[in-house]
């Protein structure tokens, strides 16, 4: 994360575009007003620009709550598939390594950090489903327990049959239909 600023026109840009999402879909954050989120992203300038990566690559981040006890704002990367920008990704820089040949351009928790946001747990993806149908055609990797990463896997889910799944692979598979999704604090 270099450069973690925005351009006067950029900060405008974001900022309608996350407006805008806000306003259409007022059942994912009921009883939140945009004025108090605006006014907290104006003097959280670096989170701004982790919302305008999540934008950038695809994510289309909303905000699905809000947390009483930090006071802090809970947006979710809100695409109808998993983003497009972010796919193609192995789990991590172990397993981006472990691959002989074929490697992926990246690898899931280097881009996670690089962009200052969460990868989503399984908890949140959860709570994410409630609130719409995602990844009915694809799937998005998901924060993967250190017992089964020692062993090589990593998890991810999708929702199919109007039901969400939880599925294993191996943490350096990669595919074209698979990305990740995260989370932000503000």
């Known amino acids: 994360?270099?450069?973690?600023?925005?351009?006067?026109?950029?900060?405008?840009?974001?900022?309608?575009?996350?407006?805008?999402?806000?306003?259409?879909?007022?059942?994912?954050?009921?009883?939140?007003?945009?004025?108090?989120?605006?006014?907290?992203?104006?003097?959280?300038?670096?989170k701004l620009w982790s919302l305008n990566e999540m934008e950038r690559t695809g994510g289309e981040p909303d905000v699905v709550g809000h947390d009483e006890e930090t006071d802090e704002y809970i947006f979710y990367d809100c695409s109808a598939e998993s983003p497009k920008g972010r796919r193609n990704f192995c789990y991590d820089r172990e397993a981006l390594k472990a691959r002989k040949e074929h490697k992926p351009k990246n690898n899931v928790l280097d881009v996670v950090a690089a962009m200052g946001i969460e990868l989503l747990a399984e908890e949140q993806y959860r709570v994410l489903q409630k609130l719409g149908n995602f990844d009915t055609k694809t799937s998005s990797w998901v924060k993967t327990p250190s017992d089964i990463r020692k062993l090589g896997g990593a998890l991810f889910c999708d929702r199919r049959y109007n039901t969400v799944f939880v599925y294993h692979n191996g943490a350096e598979s990669y595919y074209a239909a698979r990305a990740f999704r995260g989370s932000l604090r503000v």
Request: charged fraction near 35%; proline fraction near 0%; charge should be positive.
């Open 1 to 46: 994360m270099s450069n973690l600023t925005l351009s006067k026109k950029q900060r405008e840009e974001i900022l309608r575009i996350l407006k805008a999402r806000f306003e259409k879909n007022t059942n994912r954050h009921e009883g939140l007003e945009w004025a108090d989120v605006q006014a907290r992203l104006d003097v959280n300038t670096e």
